[in-house]
């Protein structure tokens, strides 16, 4: 059964970049032609898509967030990441990765933006 | 983009109760449409896919309908445990959330 988790400092201060890793276990990054997505709840609001990557490394991203983000896969460690540069307190939020649209979930890790 | 609009973003209702929840797509999504639950302090949980297409190990008081742009979640006998935020989200063009709809015991 594939499990996902989130690890990554907890606090970032502004104008510097967030950076997270999803760890995949119980099965292959590179197999079942999955995407694997990074998802962000600000405190108390709802789900915000950041962005997902095909094992292959095609990227999608959300619009609203793409000039900051920057997603990437590494398939011999079985691990995604995520970047977000030049971050503010708009960015604290708990973030999460998942598999595809959400078929399988992280925990979640809890990013605070603050100097 | 393709904006979700759910609704309500919040009800009432007792034990018992069918309870309703609306998800509008801007455009033709098709029947790429997904239900979640979401309890506090924890991950989202995938309850219907594909718009009506029940996951696995989720009970089948849970049932989703729908397609183009006008799709329905239902709880056919809401229960104590089915407190929660329930969020629908489109996979047709990118990703992209409805603004959920809290669900709470009258």
């Known amino acids: 059964q594939v499990q996902l988790q989130e690890s990554g400092p907890g606090l970032v201060k502004p104008s510097q970049t967030l950076s997270l890793t999803c760890t995949v276990s119980?099965?292959?990054?590179?197999?079942?032609?999955?995407?694997w997505s990074w998802i962000r709840q600000h405190p108390g609001k709802g789900l915000e898509w950041i962005g997902y990557i095909y094992y292959s490394g095609s990227t999608y991203y959300n619009p609203s967030l793409k000039s900051r983000v920057t997603i990437s896969v590494d398939t011999s460690k079985n691990q995604f990441s995520l970047k977000l540069s030049s971050v503010t307190a708009a960015d604290t939020a708990v973030y999460y990765c998942?598999?595809?649209?959400?078929?399988?979930w992280g925990q979640g890790t809890t990013v605070t933006v603050s100097s | 983009d393709i904006q979700m609009t759910q609704s309500p973003s919040s009800l009432s209702a007792s034990v018992g109760d069918r309870v309703t929840i609306t998800c509008q797509a801007s455009?033709?999504?098709?029947?790429?449409l997904n239900w979640y639950q979401q309890k506090p302090g924890k991950a989202p949980k995938l309850l219907i896919y594909?718009?009506?297409n029940l996951e696995t190990g989720v009970p089948s008081r849970f049932s989703g309908s729908g397609s183009g742009t006008d799709f329905t979640f239902t709880i056919s006998s809401l229960q104590p445990e089915d407190i929660a935020t329930y969020y629908c989200q489109q996979y047709d063009n990118l990703l992209s959330f409805g603004g959920g709809t809290k669900v709470e015991i009258k």
């Open positions: 594909d718009a009506s």
């Open positions: 998942a598999r595809d649209h959400g078929s399988v």
């Open positions: 455009q033709d999504i098709s029947n790429y």
């Open positions: 119980g099965g292959s990054i590179s197999s079942g032609g999955y995407y």
